[in-house]
């Protein structure tokens, strides 16, 4: 059994919903879908929410067009004989979606909780109308089965419950069912209140179905053609990749592709189920395959990608020595409190430490570290510290990567030779990545500088 995840790309237009009708009605046997919300309406459902919150009146415009943009679709899509269940459905569910609004333009603010009750209407209603287009469809409701806990302070899936709540659910899935099911939205465990997976999350929904359920593959249908080995959008000349590791993909996706939401591989990883990245727009098309091993006809370098948002906390030593003691600890410090680090050191200079994390967790990544090393600071034994914000970790991901060390010199030499700055680089600890600290607003010029260096 195959697990299909269409997103927001492919549900977003009557042209591109035929096209998943078309991609469905040809499966052979059941299968399970994930779809997200209509493209572009999730960012819509929030931008209404903080227009409502502001008290700017203009939100009812805004609702008025997501009602009609749902109604239009319905009315070319669904069949008569479904379309009265349908709009009662839909109807009541954007009632309900302008009954928050309302509250939020009385209250005058926007709690996180109300927010995400609000982006969960984006994926509910997706879901009844592509249950009702394709055939032999049933909707089968993630906001049971998919579970969130808290985790410093974040949602995250409650793993072990969503396993067997997902076993659960789809035990009598019937033979030809194609099952529907809304990506991206969860509830918390505790208190049952409605979650989500994250921006993206809907390729995360698909990936704990397809894990829990052990399916042969889990398929990811977007706009383009496959892993690219760079954003299409930024490097024109950026090439499918026809096959690549699930530790490549993990790479390539925390540091910025966005094709694949990065939680979404571990599950699959973990119990080895290969992901397919396919185009709706180009169904014929190969696609990447995404497994466990390399492959021998692999290319060595995968791909060039860049996450913006990194800030760099760096600090300066007197005695060279203590830069080992003085690193652990400071990863130490940061890490215990959940948040990430980016491997690096500085390019030059033996005598500063640079810790890069993202830019969201640098206030609380900056505290830690001034509680850690306090007694340091105020001694003597190192600077102050300083933060850099404002920078992209441009990354390069392939195989062997601590090998290429003359790869690593040549990028270096070309990102300097154009005035682009390395804050910092990568430290030799990983065996897929280089990595190279810069200025956010140089990202444009080295991404298709370094991919045709590298590829
Ligand atoms: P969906 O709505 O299907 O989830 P996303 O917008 O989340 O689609 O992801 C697909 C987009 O990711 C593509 O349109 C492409 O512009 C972008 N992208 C960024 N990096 C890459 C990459 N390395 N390979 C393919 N696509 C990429
Ligand atoms: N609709 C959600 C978003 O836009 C989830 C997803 O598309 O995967 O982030
Ligand atoms: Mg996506």
Redo the contacts with the bound molecule.
């Keep these: 059994m195959k697990v299909l995840?269409?997103?927001?790309?492919?549900v977003?237009t009557v042209e591109s919903l035929k096209n998943v009708k078309n991609i469905v009605d040809s499966i052979e046997g059941n299968a399970i879908v994930v779809v997200?919300a209509l493209?572009g309406l999730t960012d819509k459902l929030i931008s209404t929410a903080k227009k409502a919150a502001s008290q700017d009146e203009s939100w009812r415009n805004d609702m008025t067009a997501i009602e009609d943009r749902h109604a239009v679709i319905i009315k070319s899509l669904v069949k008569d004989e479904l379309q009265d269940e349908v709009n009662t459905t839909v109807t009541q569910l954007l009632k309900d979606l302008k009954r928050n609004y309302e509250g939020i333009w009385l209250l005058r603010a926007l709690p996180d909780q109300t927010l995400d009750v609000i982006v969960s209407y984006g994926e509910r209603m997706s879901s009844v109308i592509v249950t009702a287009i394709v055939e032999n469809g049933k909707r089968h409701d993630s906001l049971n089965f998919i579970k969130t806990e808290k985790w410093y302070g974040k949602n995250i899936a409650d793993r072990k419950l969503t396993e067997s709540l997902i076993i659960e659910e789809f035990k009598t899935q019937g033979e030809n069912e194609k099952s529907i099911v809304p990506g991206f939205i969860s509830t918390d465990t505790a208190t049952g209140e409605i979650t989500n997976l994250g921006r993206?999350g809907?390729?995360y929904t698909g990936a704990l179905i397809a894990a829990a359920l052990d399916a042969d593959i889990l398929e990811?249908?977007?706009?383009?053609d496959?892993?690219?080995?760079?954003?299409?959008?930024?490097v024109k000349d950026?090439k499918?990749?026809d096959h690549l590791t699930f530790t490549e993909s993990m790479e390539?996706c925390s540091f910025?592709?966005?094709?694949?939401?990065p939680p979404t591989i571990y599950p699959v990883f973990h119990k080895n189920i290969p992901i397919k990245?396919l185009n709706?727009f180009h169904a014929e098309a190969p696609g990447s395959l995404i497994t466990d091993n390399s492959l021998k006809e692999d290319l060595p370098v995968k791909?060039v990608?860049s996450l913006k948002d990194t800030s760099l906390i760096s600090f300066e030593l007197k005695n060279e020595n203590e830069l080992p003691v003085l690193t652990n600890r400071a990863f130490n410090a940061i890490s215990k409190d959940g948040i990430k680090i980016i491997p690096v050191s500085n390019p030059d200079n033996n005598f500063i430490i640079d810790i890069a994390v993202g830019s969201g967790e640098a206030g609380k990544a900056l505290k830690l570290l001034e509680q850690e090393l306090a007694p340091e600071i105020s001694n003597g034994t190192i600077s102050n510290l300083q933060l850099k914000n404002d920078l992209a970790a441009l990354a390069i991901v392939g195989k062997d990567m601590r090998m290429k060390q003359r790869m690593s010199e040549r990028i270096k030499h070309s990102l300097q030779r154009q005035n682009i700055e390395i804050h910092a680089m990568s430290n030799g600890s990983s065996d897929t990545t280089l990595l190279y600290i810069i200025d956010i607003d140089k990202t444009l010029e080295a991404l298709p500088l370094v991919h045709s260096l590298v590829i």
Excluded: E, H, Q
């Design positions: 995840k269409f997103g927001g790309t492919s977003g997200s493209g993206g809907s390729d990811i249908w977007t706009d383009v496959g892993f690219m080995t760079a954003d299409p959008r930024i950026a499918v990749i390539l910025g592709a966005k094709v694949i939401y990245i709706t791909g990608t």
